[in-house]
């Protein structure tokens, strides 16, 4: 029941002391800002997907055998079960012993699933058909009894032939999913990423789209416009056309191995990616995976092929600048062989001594599949297969030295064997430049770090510190504290890190020096995210709430002992009176809502797709 006398009461001292104190209302707010953790409101710099986590130990993965009512499948559990034996031992050397994917098939009978729409429907390959596809499949394995949320992948395999092998509009194109959501039941979900193959494929194939599900992206022209001839990479990445290897024009079947049979393994830069070689260290004598090579700096460099297992240097990077998204450009150079399993039917020309040195152009903020990493060609011209740097026959023409004069930058092959190159990177041309930090407002000691180099403000709020031309990292001290004349504020208030004068916000930032270079860090007062700001802030509130129910309380009872000392009597008002005719409504005794005492009356009251690229070009 609604009783008047109890709203009325608590709404009247709600509306008196809010407005009797606008103080009061501030504190609030600071309170409740004082709670908030700055990164929350923070403008974020959207994650650009890579790198990606290190990707190790067995990779739990279902593949689902599904066919369709216009085709059955014509391939037996047991030979999937083969191909993906292949795959396993593929990934197992690719990652130097450290991943591997432990597969189920399913069913595992002579029948396969058989999905509700024709094979003729899922082939229009359409995002809408590619996702009903995915989904038929799972549900197919789920109604079966397989438990899904105890598989990290799924592949489908389908009967038929593959689109990117026949180039038939009518035949399923291989793609994969990232992160599918699948339904379980009216409230639950899982998310599975989820590739499709076909029965036909070759081992290529299945471990081109596992790297999907791994979270690598395809490295081809996807636009089958920027580079249709070479795209990209040529045949030495499985991730480009290196999936399709051995790629010699022979029949298959017939005395050499059928196409995609022997796909190339992962380059240095999807290694990097997958966490298989560590990267951001220095060139030294006991450096393992990848060693960076600054600018200024020069380096004598025994580059290990990447094939095998090492514990020497299997990769140099050769930072060049910092792009404007913050991503940045680089160069990579690995030495690859014809030594193990897989790479022993990399495209070498018979001009070369099986081996030699890939250099990429890195440009991470172009989009993947638009030439985000090329091969830089030692013999510009033709095909790809004779990209290596190094030692080779006539009518090759050697070329032991790559060099970028803009950006200081020199390679030269020194020496060779089967294993091995040794490489000097000489970089010590760059020219020396000034790097000036400032501190705004200007404060003393504030700390700057600069390529690691750790420095503090001087009494004009600066860093000054000579650098190479180059990429260089920065970082200034995120939060200083605030003074008010000469005293400092050490509880509530800080200057906390804002932006850069030149529009950036990410701190640490990198920024390239192409010329004398000078920054400005922005700070702004903010109200500190501390538990001791929130309990000094309500400890004040509590203390002027108090104050002020204290006056009014003394102020009412000062009126009540004037009014009886003038000899008036105070009797208790009535909240509500009965009606004469015996209703039970209640009437208000005066008109509550005009006088305000009385609130009025408030109510309360799917997903992007990775295609294989085709044996012969998109």
Same mark, same amino acid.
């Given at each position: 029941m609604f009783r008047p006398v109890r709203f009325e009461g608590r709404w009247t001292v709600f509306s008196r002391v809010s407005r009797a104190s606008l103080v009061t209302a501030i504190l609030v707010c600071v309170t409740i800002l004082s709670l908030v953790p700055l990164s929350s409101v923070a403008p974020k710099k959207l994650p650009i997907g890579l790198p990606l986590a290190a990707v190790n130990g067995? #990779? @739990? !993965?279902?593949?689902?055998?599904?066919?369709? %009512?216009?085709? %059955?499948? !014509?391939?037996k559990p047991s030979q999937v079960? =083969?191909?993906?034996? !292949?795959?396993?031992?593929?990934?197992?050397? &690719? =990652?130097y012993g450290t991943t591997s994917f432990q597969t189920s098939i399913s069913p595992m009978g002579p029948g396969w699933y058989t999905l509700p729409s024709p094979m003729s429907y899922y082939g229009t390959d359409t995002a809408s058909t590619d996702n009903q596809l995915v989904d038929d499949g799972l549900r197919a394995a789920f109604n079966s009894g397989v438990d899904l949320s105890q598989f990290k992948f799924a592949t489908l395999v389908h009967a038929g032939n593959d689109e990117a092998m026949t180039h038939l509009a009518s035949d399923i194109h291989s793609f994969t999913i990232q992160g599918y959501v699948f339904s379980t039941g009216p409230l639950t979900s899982i998310k599975i990423s989820t590739s499709v193959v076909s029965e036909s494929d070759p081992v290529g194939v299945y471990a081109h789209e596992s $790297?999907?599900?791994? $979270?690598?992206?395809?490295?081809? &022209?996807?636009t089958g416009r920027i580079d249709p001839t070479n795209n990209f990479l040529g045949y030495w990445e499985i991730m480009a056309l290196g999936e399709w290897n051995p790629n010699n024009g022979l029949p298959c079947p017939g005395t050499s191995p059928c196409p995609g049979t022997y796909p190339a393994l992962h380059s240095s830069w999807s290694k990097m990616q997958l966490g298989w070689l560590a990267s951001g260290q220095s060139c030294s004598a006991t450096t393992s995976g990848i060693c960076t090579v600054q600018s200024g700096t020069a380096a004598n460099i025994t580059l290990q092929n990447l094939e095998q297992p090492t514990s020497g240097v299997q990769a140099l990077k050769i930072p060049i600048a910092f792009n404007k998204d913050g991503t940045m450009t680089y160069y990579l150079l690995e030495m690859r062989a014809k030594l193990g399993t897989y790479d022993r039917y990399l495209p070498f020309p018979t001009t070369y001594p099986d081996a030699g040195v890939l250099i990429y152009d890195v440009n991470e903020s172009i989009p993947a599949g638009h030439g985000s990493i090329r091969l830089i060609d030692a013999h510009p011209g033709g095909g790809l297969d004779d990209a290596p740097f190094g030692p080779c026959f006539s009518p090759c023409a050697s070329e032991n030295t790559f060099a970028d004069q803009p950006n200081y930058v020199k390679v030269i092959i020194t020496s060779t064997s089967p294993t091995a190159y040794s490489i000097t990177v000489d970089r010590t041309a760059a020219p020396a430049l000034l790097l000036q930090i400032n501190t705004s407002p200007g404060s003393t000691g504030v700390l700057v770090s600069i390529d690691g180099v750790n420095k503090t403000s001087d009494s004009t709020g600066q860093v000054r510190m000579p650098v190479r031309y180059g990429p260089h990292t920065i970082y200034v001290q995120s939060r200083i504290p605030l003074t008010v004349g000469s005293a400092t504020v050490t509880v509530g208030l800080a200057n906390a890190f804002a932006s850069w004068d030149d529009g950036a916000t990410t701190n640490p930032r990198g920024v390239s020096v192409v010329k004398d270079t000078f920054l400005t860090a922005i700070y702004r007062v903010t109200v500190e995210p501390s538990i001791p700001t929130a309990l000094v802030a309500f400890g004040i509130f509590g203390v002027i709430l108090t104050a002020v129910l204290l006056h009014r309380h003394r102020s009412r009872r000062g009126k009540a002992n004037l009014a009886m000392s003038q000899g008036q009597v105070i009797s208790?008002?009535? =909240?509500?009176?009965?009606?004469? !005719? $015996?209703?039970? @409504?209640?009437?208000?005794?005066?008109?509550?809502?005009?006088? $305000? /005492? /009385?609130?009025?009356?408030? %109510?309360?009251?799917? #997903?992007s797709v990775d295609h294989t690229q085709s044996a012969d070009g998109p």
């Open positions: 067995p #990779q @739990r !993965t279902i593949f689902i055998l599904v066919k369709f %009512s216009d085709q %059955s499948n !014509t391939t079960a =083969s191909t993906l034996a !292949t795959m396993n031992n593929y990934y197992y050397e &690719d =990652s $790297g999907h599900l791994l $979270g690598l992206p395809d490295l081809y &022209d996807v208790p008002v009535p =909240s509500v009176i009965t009606m004469p !005719t $015996g209703s039970s @409504r209640p009437i208000p005794q005066r008109d509550l809502d005009k006088e $305000g /005492l /009385l609130p009025g009356n408030d %109510s309360f009251a799917r #997903q």
